[in-house]
């Protein structure tokens, strides 16, 4: 059920408002009344959403038992589309235009005629649509965390995150904000006083000549998602010259290596993006190649353990978002199906938290005084040539 079986992937959304105190039958009672199907005239682009239980795409039957987990509130959102079949509607222009134009003179079929078969074939199927026959459904799963207070949106698609918005404002009456590594660099600096800071900087130059002042995916210039890009470069940096093992704000210590997958693009938009998919991608002479051209890093995949505990995920530069994560399996002694189910939401915490500590050791970098020194490095580290790196 969503997040709690198999890999989880998710996007994270701060809640603007108060946490809950606790879940109860009245956060049910509001997915009730915009729970999916329940909304009877269709929207203007044929799309519907609501929200429904988990289990599957019919599932409406909330409960407490069910849908409030270790001070999660887990549910889903249900998007519903009209998806007409062309092969269907091409089916039914071919026999309407040939019972219109049978009997034409010529043999041949009008333009009038076309244009009226296309529109008979078009009610046809719009008539046969509203049993639901023809309808697209669904499911993402949404998981509100109270100690938190943030949503785990399992899509990263603008499209989807507009929904996912619209519908929690209307069902809750709470904003929702994305934490985006801008946002999260902000919400450090408020943290450690130096807010300033984050927002004079402008991208880092790690190849001085090459590298522009601008991010060519970032359009808002107030956005400081880049910092995504730099943290992702760091942690490559930092574990192939300094140490895989970081050493985090709580004073644990977080060990990680780059696995599986890298993706790259070009910040001016000129050479594209390419995709390494190996067990040690950044070790290849082809990643090292594309950064010393002035790529940066938009996705990698780590192997992470802190605590005993190992996380295999992979993470996006600019939204965080968190790409199939494979959590720790709970513990040999819990064999209640419940217990395992509370386990889950303990290791979903407890990766984002090592996250959070992660981005924070780089802030703690980024916007310190010690950056200066620490680029020179990245830069020196980025002039080797391959044989050596290797």
Request: hydrophobic share 35%; net charge negative.
């Amino acid at each position: 059920m969503g997040f709690f079986t198999g890999r989880a992937s998710f996007l994270r959304f701060k809640v603007n408002g108060a946490a809950p105190r606790f879940f109860d039958e009245e956060h049910l009672d509001r997915l009730r009344d915009h729970q999916a199907g329940r909304q009877r005239i269709a929207s203007a682009d044929g799309v519907d959403t609501g929200w429904t239980a988990g289990e599957h795409v019919l599932d409406t039957d909330f409960s407490l038992l069910k849908n409030v987990i270790n001070e999660t509130l887990s549910f889903d959102l249900r998007v519903d589309t009209d998806k007409i079949p062309n092969d269907l509607l091409r089916a039914y222009f071919a026999v309407e235009l040939k019972a219109l134009s049978k009997n034409n003179p010529s043999g041949f079929a009008s333009a009038r005629q076309k244009r009226e078969a296309k529109e008979i074939a078009r009610d046809r199927l719009e008539q046969e649509a509203k049993d639901g026959r023809y309808k697209k459904r669904k499911c993402i799963p949404v998981l509100w965390d109270r100690l938190t207070n943030e949503v785990l949106f399992g899509a990263t698609s603008l499209t989807q995150i507009d929904r996912l918005c619209s519908l929690f404002h209307s069902t809750f009456g709470l904003e929702l904000e994305c934490v985006t590594a801008g946002r999260r660099a902000y919400h450090l600096a408020e943290m450690h006083s130096r807010s300033r800071i984050v927002d004079d900087s402008s991208p880092s130059a790690f190849v001085p000549g090459i590298t522009p002042p601008d991010v060519a995916w970032i359009a808002d210039e107030s956005s400081r998602d880049f910092i995504g890009n730099e943290f992702l470069m760091w942690l490559w940096y930092h574990t192939d010259v300094v140490s895989d093992t970081i050493k985090l704000a709580d004073n644990s210590e977080a060990t990680l290596m780059l696995a599986r997958t890298l993706t790259l693009e070009c910040p001016r938009g000129q050479t594209g993006h390419e995709t390494i998919s190996h067990e040690g991608p950044t070790r290849l002479p082809e990643a090292r190649r594309a950064i010393q051209s002035g790529k940066l890093p938009r996705k990698v995949g780590f192997t992470l353990v802190r605590h005993g505990e190992q996380y295999e995920f992979a993470l996006h530069a600019e939204t965080l978002a968190v790409g199939g994560a494979k959590l720790p399996p709970p513990d040999e002694g819990i064999s209640e199906p419940r217990a395992k189910l509370d386990d889950r939401a303990t290791q979903l915490r407890a990766l984002i938290e090592t996250l959070d500590l992660l981005y924070d050791a780089f802030g703690q970098v980024r916007f310190g005084k010690e950056w200066e020194s620490e680029l020179q490095g990245v830069q020196k580290w980025l002039k080797r040539d391959d044989r050596r790196a290797a």
